[in-house]
């Protein structure tokens, strides 16, 4: 796991000189590189003349706020691993999990912070797979609604990061219930919204500070009543077949951007190789380098998702439909990671572990539209239930967010009255390690393993109970939020000084 | 005990064997025809004088509350249920909701719950002409252990949304249990934006209704021979009738302080009988609110700057109004009915920021029903009230709690609905001789 972990990191710190490693397989919208195209004081190397679109031309700013060593004990231990420790411990070191185990066999460095959480829980920080948060802020008014370009059913080319407004109140509620990385996505009002971007829930003056460093880009796309209602009356969808027809026409598009770019990648290639060993030969007449094809930000998006760098996430409520999505998904060889709200999951729960697609659902929503009539409390313990399946619960919902625990406890209470009886610390991974395994983040955070990042929380009693709070969150091991500190507790600029709030215990205690 | 051999006896299974308990509920549907019923062995939480009374029991008959005690008799034919310790409540309350004027929020031909904009009618508009009694909803909520909600029309682009009544959820034609329970009305926001944008529009537009309906009400006819205004029905102004008389509730919606501070001044000068619907900042105007009588219906979630109007949201709201001697209820999503079944949460998130535990209950039951003057009758688990009882299987305010039964008006109630039998549909995925549409009828 650490390799694994350090392998990612290095790949993603990649720049420069180092992209041509990657090679002709990159796509567009690929792992590094940049269009900095050497500026060349020494001679250019051939690789560098390749032009190749930017990858992360807005990097994650974002460093671990300072943390002291501090050893967790007494408590519960669910490791988001599917473990259950009690009496145990955790032990954080520069900002990483550093020692899981029995109290007794754990001990602290010295100097460490200790903390007797006897009768508490200690948890993974929570992980919110499906949030507008910053892209429909609080307040809500025609000034902040940021979240949905509703002009076109295919949006591909918007990044959601670019509308995260980082003074939204709601990353400080999301923070007192315990969520510690969340990802945020464009609305489901297009056939493909844009990109997503995923976040560690500090407080940051710009979005880049929030930014999780080398977390993937997720693409937004959604099924059914919500495009075709959108664009019914203004050119289509206004079907769902419609729908189908829209994915597949741009799926087909972006498959021949993909390919123009891996042409010029392999043209420009063999013209560099071939230019080095024509040097020694004097008097050829001069040939011209490959011409790179024109940038489309909507076609690099698509061209990534299909080439498996960008994660696809699908909002889909019906049953039929996603499996036709993963049907259209087979024919142009892309993957769906994860169907968000699946109100009907349950009825191809089997399908969904086959394919290895995770679900990411609401423990209780629905009525509030047709293709949300059928829905069912046990949705998620039926999705669980499945052998391999990957159940997560999500919130979008500014409210919900606050309190995905009591979400996962309602599945689990509604699961064990069917006989699909989930333990804490299998629950516990709905809202922890499976949300960060779909967002391809498992590597980083999500459970409490050594060498992970040290987002933890601690519970005052078990989480699954309406009365659990969370009383401390640490971020990559750094005390973001503590109840019984109002300085651990923070508070947005649009919030600061607003009469009311100063009474208030901060982050809407 | 005697009469033991009369009795047919009924053994709610042990909390651990969910199977065991759902096939107890259903036998506990059966002798619903039944007009006796004694459950024993119960944790009564009665909101009432008694208090909460271990090891007690509850006795139902001819659809009321009949005995509440310790070890109360069996009368002669009496269907015997022991709770095996579990806990009972008052039939939860529902204040404010869209049940059965709303199956599905968004499509148009399910859902009555309101006008479009340029609808003439407002007050006039009476929820009960669109109730339906067999909505889906009704019995998924029912199984959550709602017994009886206020059913509100919400406002179109006018200030008032129309007749509120309060039903119970048994899903009988005749589940009326008050019509013109109250009326409701758009302030802060929500009554500028149907105002010309501007608060300043909306109080002087409700303040203009309310005395076109007391003008209209103190002289029909000669109110109807005078040159008037022609932006108000006559229909309307009747509606508003009891409101200005002071009988019926009028609910008005208000979240910021100084929209509360001006429902408390319209309390006041018209003689109203108010409720704050919403009431973010409430907290911060608790003891005025105490002072002028006027009761909560509290979203327990608000704890964000949802608008302006909001700045002052906490999770402490319930518990300092309550703190302040303030009645109050929870509402949720905005009164759209299909997880009303979810308040016992809202109340145990405010409990968890302070409510003290029965105010918390209380706020579930007798609250709502003083609300709306239904309180002789229901909230509470009290001779001679409705037999609207809730069997829990733990705590009721915990989120892995779930009812095993529920009586209303003494019946026991089914605890299926579309939701349990969807389940039950595609619980097993595995491929029989048939489809699934076969499935899930037996």
Redesign the interface.
């Known amino acids: 796991m650490a390799v694994a972990a350090i392998a990612m990191l290095a790949a993603c710190g990649k720049k420069g000189a180092e992209s041509a490693d990657h090679g002709t397989d990159a796509a567009p919208g690929a792992e590094t590189s940049a269009v900095e195209v050497a500026a060349a004081e020494e001679p250019a190397k051939p690789a560098d003349l390749i032009v190749r679109p930017p990858k992360d031309p807005f990097p994650s700013t974002y460093e671990p706020y300072p943390s002291k060593a501090t050893l967790i004990t007494g408590a519960t231990v669910l490791t988001g691993t599917g473990e259950r420790i009690e009496n145990g411990a955790v032990l954080i070191v520069d900002g990483k999990i550093s020692a899981v185990g029995p109290a007794a066999s754990v001990s602290a460095p010295e100097g460490a912070t200790q903390i007797d959480a006897k009768g508490k829980y200690v948890t993974p920080g929570i992980i919110d797979i499906h949030s507008h948060l910053g892209v429909y802020p ?4 025609e000034s902040t609604s940021d979240g949905n370009e509703a002009v076109s059913p295919n949006t591909a080319q918007v990044w959601a990061e670019h509308s995260v407004w980082p003074q939204d ?2 990353f400080t ?1 999301a923070l007192a219930g315990g969520i510690t990385s969340l990802q945020i996505l464009p609305g489901s009002a297009n056939l493909f919204g844009g990109r997503s971007v995923i976040l560690k829930n500090v407080p940051s003056r710009t979005v880049q500070g929030m930014k999780f460093p080398g977390a993937p880009y997720g693409l937004k796309m959604a099924c059914g ?1 919500n495009p075709k ?1 959108v664009y019914g009356l203004t050119g289509g969808p206004s079907t769902r077949m419609a729908n189908f027809s829209g994915y597949r026409a741009a799926w087909i598009e972006a498959a021949a951007y993909k390919k123009k770019w891996e042409d010029y990648w392999a043209d420009a290639e063999k013209f560099y190789a071939d230019e080095k060993n024509d040097s020694d030969k004097k008097g050829d007449e001069e040939k011209k380098p490959p011409e790179p094809p024109t940038r489309d930000l909507k076609l690099e998006t698509l061209a990534g998702a299909l080439n498996g760098d960008i994660i696809v996430n699908m909002h889909c409520y019906r049953a039929d439909e996603m499996v036709q999505v993963l049907d259209m998904a087979k024919e142009f060889g892309y993957k769906v990671a994860t169907f968000h709200h699946a109100v009907e999951a ?5 399908y969904l572990a086959k394919n290895n697609v995770c679900a990411a659902m609401w423990a ?7 293709e949300a ?6 949705n998620i313990s ?1 999705v669980d239930a499945q052998p391999n399946s990957c159940a997560i619960v999500h919130s979008d919902s ?2 919900g967010i ?2 995905l625990n ?1 979400e996962a ?2 599945a ?3 699961g ?4 699909h009886k989930a333990t804490e610390e299998h629950a516990i991974e709905w809202l922890t390690s499976n949300p960060a395994k779909a967002m391809g983040i498992a590597d980083k955070t999500g459970s409490l393993e050594p060498g992970k990042m040290a987002d933890v929380v601690i519970w005052n009693r078990t989480p ?6 969370a009383e401390k969150v640490y971020i990559d091991g750094a005390l973001m939020f503590d109840r019984d500190d109002p300085k651990r507790s923070p508070r947005t600029d ?2 600061i000084g ?4 100063g ?3 901060g982050a ?2 | 005990m005697n009469g033991a051999s009369t009795m047919k006896k009924f053994l709610l299974a042990g909390a651990a064997l969910a199977i065991g308990a759902l096939s107890s509920a259903a036998a506990l549907a059966q002798p619903a025809a039944s007009q006796t019923i004694l459950i024993q062995n119960a944790r009564l939480i009665t909101s009432g004088p008694q208090g909460v009374i271990e090891n007690g029991d509850v006795l139902l008959r001819d659809g009321v509350i009949a005995g509440v005690g310790v070890d109360l008799a069996a009368p002669e034919g009496a269907n015997v249920i022991d709770a095996a310790g579990r806990t009972i409540t008052a039939g939860f309350i529902a204040p404010f909701s869209q049940l059965g004027i709303e199956e599905i929020s968004l499509d148009r031909e399910a859902n009555d719950a309101s006008p479009d904009p340029g609808f003439p009618l407002s007050a006039a508009l009476d929820s009960l002409d669109a109730y339906n009694p067999t909505s889906s909803v009704i019995a998924v909520e029912r199984a959550g252990g709602i017994t009886r909600a206020l059913i509100s029309p919400q406002a179109g682009d006018k200030l008032f949304a129309g007749k509120a009544a309060v039903i119970d959820l048994s899903g009988r034609v005749a589940s009326v249990t008050k019509a013109n329970a109250a009326q409701l009305a758009m302030a802060g926001y929500s009554g500028a934006a149907r105002s010309g944008d501007t608060r300043m529009g909306a109080w002087a537009m409700l303040r203009e209704y309310l005395s076109e309906a007391a003008s209209y009400a103190a002289n029909p006819r000669d109110y109807l021979l005078r040159k008037r205004e022609d932006r108000f029905f006559i229909s309307d102004l009747e509606a508003l009738g009891p409101v200005v008389a002071g009988r019926e509730p009028l609910i008005i919606s208000a979240n910021s302080a100084a929209d509360i501070r001006n429902v408390i001044r319209l309390k006041s000068d018209y003689s109203l009988n108010v409720i704050i619907l919403g009431g973010s900042e409430a907290w911060r105007v608790a003891r005025e609110l105490a002072a002028a009588n006027i009761p909560v219906i509290l979203d327990a979630m608000q704890n964000l700057p949802t608008q302006f109007e909001d700045l002052g949201s906490t999770m402490a709201n319930a518990a300092r109004l309550q703190a302040a001697g303030v009645t109050i209820a929870f509402f949720n999503d905005g009164g759209t009915p299909h997880n009303m079944r979810l308040l016992p949460q809202y109340a145990g998130n405010a409990v968890a920021h302070g409510l003290p535990y029965d105010a918390a209950i209380a706020a579930l039951t007798i609250n709502p029903a003083k609300m709306f003057g239904v309180d002789a009758k229901l909230g509470s688990v009290e001779i001679g009230k409705a037999g609207d009882i809730v069997v829990w299987d733990g705590d009721p305010l915990e989120v892995t709690t779930r009812p095993v039964a529920v009586f209303i008006d003494g019946r026991a109630m089914s605890m299926e609905n579309r939701q349990t039998k969807l389940r039950d549909r595609y619980k097993d995925l595995s491929k029989g001789d048939l489809p699934f549409a076969y499935r899930g009828e037996e």
Not at chain 1, 364 to 370: C, I, R, T
Not at chain 1, 498 to 501: F, Y
């Open positions: 609080s307040p809500s008014t109140a709601g509620r009543e209602r349950y009825k191809i729960a089997d209780d929503w629905w009525g509030f539209k047709l009539y059928d829905g069912v409390r046990e039926l500014e409210v606050q309190r009591q406890a309602k689990m209470a509604d064990a009255h069917i006989g699954f109970s309406v009365y659990a709070l649009f919030e607003q009469p009311g709030n009474f208030t215990g809407g205690q």
